[in-house]
């Protein structure tokens, strides 16, 4: 899988993070199902199973409150795409900036996220804290 590079604030949980969700994002077109190349891609980086499965939940919610699927920036670019910030700081462990919320968002659908979401911290938190992501370059985490 070609990476992109990630901003040299980002720490290794982010790091895992943003290469699940670009992992998630390329699956389908290679007609892959998405859950065994996340638990795979998670295995690759020293990530639990759990903790992939948990991501990926948060993920597929995500699209779901969306209504459309999670995009990624080009694989040239410098910065985060609007949505890889998003997951990351939803994700952020210790955040108080909570969830985005969206008016036209089913209530219970929200409740999914929220619950998913905080399982998916609870299981990355055996490796670190999730850093503010910026929109500087870097070859990869620190």
Request: overall charge negative; hydrophobic content about 45%.
């Amino acid at each position: 899988m070609l990476m992109q590079p990630i901003d040299a604030e980002t720490d290794w949980t982010s790091y895992v993070v943003l290469s699940l969700l670009r992992k998630w994002a390329v699956l389908p077109r290679s007609g892959e199902a998405r859950l065994p190349g996340l638990v795979e891609t998670a295995g690759n980086l020293g990530t639990s199973s759990l903790a992939a499965i948990a991501v990926g939940s948060v993920f597929e919610l995500t699209e779901a409150c969306l209504g459309r699927p999670l995009g990624m920036e080009r694989c040239y670019a410098c910065s985060l795409a609007e949505d890889e910030k998003t997951v990351v700081g939803m994700l952020g462990i210790g955040s108080d900036r909570g969830l985005p919320i969206a008016r036209d968002m089913p209530i219970g659908l929200l409740n999914a996220l929220s619950v998913a979401a905080v399982s998916a911290r609870r299981l990355l938190g055996e490796h670190g804290i999730l850093a503010p992501v910026s929109a500087q370059c870097s070859s990869g985490p620190r």
